[in-house]
DNA sequence: TGCGGCTATTG
DNA sequence: CACAATAGCCGCAG
């Protein structure tokens, strides 16, 4: 383990053995130390946050092991606030109101530091000013910063033991501190995707890229007319629901609202109906996923690049903006591998029941993961066809209580009892605004604001919202876990086939390789899949599978 | 100008 | 419209 410190403008420096040994490092230096230390030596890097690995990653460093102190202090007590002094202050058990910066004015006088190179006060609180952007660092206070953080890391494996099962917790750690490298690579790297296939695309439904606002502006009203000649309120407000509505009543159609599932159950009532369904798809490209949307976030190197986050706040996914994780199905033709390339894409099949099956360590449900599809023994057993059985277990995770999988979960309750007590746990923590944890020690905060008299009709409406909220979390987190632990371990291998991962997708890989290598590397996936399954859960009883092909565009793949 | 509501897309 | 997310536009309050 070795800590690096980089802070622009001042310098940097490195500390090992949880901070013996340390050194500074000139500015300019750093990028070229650093390539040669990770050349011979691989260590695992301690670094504050991403801010340090995305600098060596613009200095053109690629390290392959980390230790993220924000990362990991996200998964030990949940939440965002990871700034260093409030870790060190968590990790000693310090009240949470931490120092600020004293204002000087009339009444106040700066008072010297006698210890000016000394981080840490005698209160045990870190000095607040070492966190502000204008402090003067040098060299001695960068050695101590980065000895601070070997320090810090090495607190963190303590306390991550006491919440995690001792052998698990520091390879899951090292998943999520890996998961900030990859997020790093991914918003620098970005996703390949050919410009003229995807303006092609935005062009079949919304017409040519129109050169003025007034071009754009006739080319909308166009589309609104389209919907619009078929009623007789030539100046309704399509993009307005209150209005649509009107529109809908003059046709003779009353609806709730005007969402698509609706609208589709009386398509043939009017064919004013049919165009405003068109009209959505047309008017979700031009407003979101048009030609405005390439220009800010295509590169004219043929890179999609959105911000990647390793953590959402929620139950720990990955998160991704630009449209990455919401991309339409129809602009997935576009997505298309560079020249001499191919992509492997891998998604987990029925992650969260497995998931579920693991972290509960419910025995028949495990039983039902020995197979491809596992929703069909689970069927069996409750003696259901397959669709119930899916929508009942689904149901569970997620919460539902009525229609068509209430039925169904009754049977459930029965056949997997171990699987139903965990997830009703869980449920009833959310329910009265209690922590939980989840299987791979990420804490997911549950004390959610205004709870009010117990007993009427919205708190319980509430209470019962943030208890399907714990249930999914802790299923829905730990498949994150899973889902990271899998993608790191591809990280690592896959750069012996020169091979990147350019896209991750909650329960999907896709990774972008010279195409001599393709079988190779989808091979590989399923390699990382059982290795991730070895290291990550508590046994292997529960089976995970993938569906793994080699491509040359995103949409290619079969399911 | 910020926020909740509505709507869309995805896993 | 079960769970999660990002994102755009509208109306309304300040």
Redesign the pocket.
Known sequence: MLALVIVPGAGAAIAFDGGRHSWPIAEGVVGDLARRIEAELRPRWIVWDRATSTQLLHDGVRVSKCWDIAAVQRLLVGGWRTDPARVWAELHGLPAELPVVAEVDLFTVAVDDPDPDEPVRADGYLKPEWLERDFAWTSARLVRWAELAAQTAALQIDALARVVDRRRAPSIARAESAAELLCAELSNDGLPMDREAAEDIVSSFVGPRPRTEAEAAEMRRRRDTEVLRHASMPNC?L?????VKSLLRSIGVELP???????ESVRDSHPLVDALLEW??AE?IA??FGYA?LDEHLGGDGRLR?TW?AC????G?M?????L?????QLRPAVIAERDHVFVRA?LGQIEPRILASVSGDRALAAATQRDDMYAPVAEQLGVDRATAK?AV??AM???TT?H?AAALRGLEKAYPVAMRYLDEADRSGQVGRDVRTDGGRLVRMAFTGRGEPGDRESRSRAA?QG??GR??MV?GAAAEFFKVWAVTVRSRAGAFDARIVLC????LLVHVPSRHGQQVADLLEQCLAEAARHWARDESVRFVADVSVIERWSDSKS
Not at 239 to 243: E, I
Not at 312 to 315: F, P, R, V
């Open positions: 407000d993009r307005n629901p209150a209005q609202d005007t969402r698509a599932r609706s609208l959505r798809k979700r407003t979101t949307w959105g986050t959402d706040g929620a139950a996914r998160t991704a903006s630009a449209g994780h919401n991309m339409p199905a998604d929508v689904l149901g997620y919460g539902q229609g999988g919202a399907r909220y999914n979390a829905q997708l909650h329960d999907e």
